[in-house]
């Protein structure tokens, strides 16, 4: 068996006579059991990458491997083994909770009695058992997401595609969706997210792509991207009088300057230096999430 779980080789999605390419030859090796995060601006590809997986658009050419099946000769098959959460909001409003999760088991050939049970499990799991019965327009927006994965995960798929899981909720279910995201990756769920949070990406993700312009502009470990900035800005709270300091450090106010870190500088030599001018740091934090740094850098290349 092999140990990648989608291999996407020369990929092109094109409209208007060819003229407008919203995927442009890419190329994409996710491997079981990963967390795969793929970033990119509006309009960037991300959205017709996923339709073309779930085939709600077809490719202009390419190679498309889910689990080593072919899924140009095989997407029935193929298409057994992904499970997609997409953007908007999908199901009949009008039925019921489980009635929407237990009916989607259908299509893939699940005995009724056996997706009753999941569906059970998997609801509880995600806090909407006690909202089985409620139809499906009364749920919150961040149930109505719940209910969404849910519906995704009734057929034990292996690869899980999450099309903007967090848009729309507030913090707390952000984090809560996060630790459901996880625990799949524990078990050993493939996970692939698009998101505009780059803080979800940094916490979630083992690698991350860049797309712009329906090309692959960087892949990496977040690790790997991070190494690439040259410098980090920090903002550090400080108690002593700030103004005769360094140009390095610029005022915010008379409790908080900033200054950059450089690569391979050593953040103690800025305390010391910092101490010597009698200044007492008393916290440290990044000015920005570093990876939208480093995403905003791609993107402008």
């Not at 997609?84 to 009008?94: D, K, L, T």
């Not at 990756?185 to 940094?202: D, F, P, R, S």
């Not at 692959?216 to 700030?242: C, F, M, P, Q, R």
């Amino acid at each position: 068996m092999t140990d990648i779980a989608l291999e996407i080789k020369g990929l092109y999605k094109t409209y208007n006579d060819g003229k407008v390419k919203a995927l442009n030859g890419v190329d994409l090796t996710i491997h079981k059991g990963e967390i795969f995060g793929l970033l990119g601006p509006n309009g960037a590809g991300k959205s017709t990458l996923i339709n073309v997986l779930t085939t709600l658009a077809n490719k202009t050419e390419g190679e498309i491997r889910i689990n080593g099946i072919d899924f140009a000769k095989s997407p029935s098959e193929a298409k057994m083994y992904l499970g997609v959460v997409p953007q908007e909001f999908n199901f009949n409003w009008f039925e019921k909770v489980q009635d929407i999760v237990v009916q989607q088991a259908g299509y893939y050939g699940m005995p009724v009695s056996a997706a009753t049970e999941r569906a059970e499990m998997l609801l509880k799991r995600l806090g909407l058992w006690d909202k089985k019965d409620t139809v499906a327009m009364q749920l919150s927006g961040g149930m109505k997401r719940r209910l969404m994965i849910a519906r995704a995960l009734i057929h034990k798929p292996e690869i899980l595609i999450l099309d903007e899981p967090s848009a729309g909720v507030d913090v707390d279910l952000r984090r809560e969706m996060w630790e459901f995201v996880r625990e799949l990756h524990e078990e050993g769920v493939t996970i692939i997210l698009t998101t505009h949070y780059l803080e979800e990406a940094e916490n979630l993700c083992d690698r991350v792509g860049i797309i712009n312009k329906g090309n692959i502009l960087e892949i990496g470990t977040v690790k790997e991207l991070l190494s690439e900035l040259t410098k980090d800005t920090l903002i550090l709270d400080i108690i002593g009088d700030a103004k005769g300091l360094p140009e390095r450090y610029r005022l915010v106010d008379k409790d908080t300057i900033e200054t950059d870190l450089l690569k391979g500088e050593d953040l103690y030599a800025i305390t010391q230096d910092l101490h010597q001018h009698n200044i007492q740091v008393m916290g440290i934090r990044n000015k920005s999430n570093r990876l939208e740094e480093v995403f905003i850098n791609k993107v402008k290349e």
